[in-house]
């Protein structure tokens, strides 16, 4: 879809025919930043994904610590492109990280530059600060081999417990090390863990997600009664994006900024379109906005208070100070 090209830290995807494609949601190629494969795997608003593309296969315990920059470019004036960025760790449980309104569609389609000839331009830039744990890649030829001196060693009894502790000691000095599988396939079987999800309720979700999924629908049943799509990525996609606002729910008034409730409020509108029936998340949000109201509006009458006090301090002190001659004559 498109072509694509590479430089340094940063990638650009130029989408072809853009105002005539009728797929609602679009993929690019993957492509490796900082040592890491990268792609996007996900009605006012354009949204716009990351997702850290071989999660599945990496060993338990992943992460990347970045800061991500996404960009719809203005192609005949980079001043009026549109950047928004983030610091994001990326793990197991929250793989894919990116903005649901990136911009709005209006602004898209209505105004020059975005749109040329039909193509969109979109431009990704990521800092990799930190990478926890890699893929470990074998070919067929040597997983076969593997599994072959898996079994031998098995017959061989100490030999084998010994080369299994020292290999673990080595992995656990040096994580990042690329190695090949254990004696004891160790490392195959977490690999194995990482890449089966589980199903919950038509959803396929990771490990790390499974009981507070569960716990919402034990307690909503009916919540994907009316969700529509059959597409498993899109199914999983918007489940993240439903978990990630809860998840931001769950911050204190005093984390959270005015631009993430509305990102939260668009966050909503978008699981709610795609069928999910959550009119108590809907409840919880605008709990949170009046919080937020409620502590603005506290902190202006701190600040008044404080200010008042300030002017009383200075009418005490006035009134301390004593007479002198000057006064009487």
């Given at each position: 879809?498109?072509?694509?090209r590479?430089?340094?830290?940063?990638?650009?995807w130029?989408?072809?025919?853009?105002?005539?494609?009728?797929?609602?949601?679009?993929?690019?190629?993957e492509?490796?930043?900082?040592g890491?494969?990268?792609?996007?795997?996900?009605?006012?608003?354009?949204?716009?994904?990351?997702?850290?593309?071989?999660?599945k296969?990496?060993?338990?315990?992943?992460r990347?610590r970045?800061?991500?920059?996404?960009?719809?470019?203005?192609q005949?004036?980079?001043?009026?492109?549109?950047?928004?960025?983030?610091?994001?760790?990326f793990?197991q449980?929250?793989?894919?990280?990116?903005?649901?309104?990136?911009?709005?569609?209006?602004?898209?389609?209505?105004?020059?530059g975005?749109?040329?000839?039909?193509?969109?331009?979109?431009?990704v830039?990521?800092i990799?600060?930190?990478?926890?744990?890699?893929?470990?890649?074998?070919?067929?030829?040597?997983?076969?081999e593997?599994?072959?001196?898996?079994?031998?060693?098995k017959?061989?009894?100490?030999?084998?417990?010994?080369?299994?502790?020292?290999?673990?000691?080595?992995?656990?000095?040096?994580?990042?090390?690329?190695t090949?599988l254990?004696?004891d396939?160790?490392?195959?079987?977490?690999t194995?863990?990482?890449k089966?999800?589980?199903?919950?309720?038509?959803?396929?979700?990771?490990?790390?997600?499974?009981?507070?999924v569960r716990?919402?629908?034990?307690?909503?049943?009916?919540?994907?009664?009316?969700?529509?799509a059959?597409?498993?990525?899109?199914?999983?996609a918007?489940?993240?994006v439903l978990l990630?606002?809860?998840?931001?729910l769950?911050?204190?008034?005093?984390?959270?900024?005015n631009e993430?409730?509305?990102e939260?409020e668009s966050?909503?509108?978008?699981?709610?379109?795609?069928?999910?029936?959550?009119?108590w998340?809907?409840?919880?949000?605008?709990e949170?906005?009046?919080?937020?109201?409620?502590?603005?509006?506290?902190e202006?009458?701190?600040?008044?208070?404080?200010e008042e006090?300030k002017n009383?301090?200075?009418?005490v002190?006035?009134?301390?100070?004593?007479?002198?001659?000057?006064?009487?004559f």
């Amino acid at each position: 879809m498109g072509r694509t090209r590479s430089e340094d830290n940063r990638f650009y995807w130029m989408i072809k025919d853009f105002s005539t494609l009728r797929s609602e949601i679009i993929y690019s190629d993957e492509f490796v930043i900082g040592g890491c494969k990268w792609g996007d795997r996900t009605r006012k608003y354009m949204s716009l994904f990351l997702e850290v593309a071989d999660s599945k296969h990496l060993p338990c315990g992943w992460r990347r610590r970045t800061k991500i920059f996404l960009e719809v470019v203005n192609q005949r004036s980079n001043q009026l492109s549109v950047l928004k960025s983030k610091p994001k760790w990326f793990d197991q449980k929250t793989p894919a990280a990116g903005f649901v309104t990136m911009i709005p569609r209006s602004k898209l389609f209505d105004e020059e530059g975005f749109i040329e000839n039909g193509d969109v331009m979109i431009g990704v830039t990521i800092i990799v600060y930190k990478v926890i744990g890699k893929v470990v890649e074998l070919s067929e030829e040597e997983e076969s081999e593997n599994d072959s001196e898996e079994v031998s060693e098995k017959d061989s009894g100490e030999e084998s417990e010994e080369g299994s502790e020292k290999e673990s000691s080595e992995e656990s000095i040096t994580p990042l090390k690329k190695t090949k599988l254990n004696d004891d396939g160790d490392l195959l079987n977490d690999t194995r863990q990482v890449k089966e999800s589980i199903d919950v309720n038509g959803f396929q979700v990771l490990p790390s997600q499974v009981d507070l999924v569960r716990r919402i629908f034990e307690k909503y049943p009916d919540m994907a009664l009316e969700f529509r799509a059959k597409n498993q990525h899109l199914r999983t996609a918007s489940m993240n994006v439903l978990l990630s606002l809860i998840e931001t729910l769950c911050q204190s008034p005093q984390e959270l900024s005015n631009e993430d409730l509305v990102e939260g409020e668009s966050a909503l509108a978008y699981v709610q379109d795609a069928g999910f029936k959550v009119d108590w998340l809907g409840e919880k949000l605008e709990e949170m906005k009046e919080k937020k109201k409620e502590e603005r509006s506290g902190e202006t009458q701190i600040q008044e208070l404080e200010e008042e006090i300030k002017n009383i301090r200075q009418k005490v002190l006035a009134a301390r100070v004593s007479l002198t001659l000057d006064d009487f004559f």
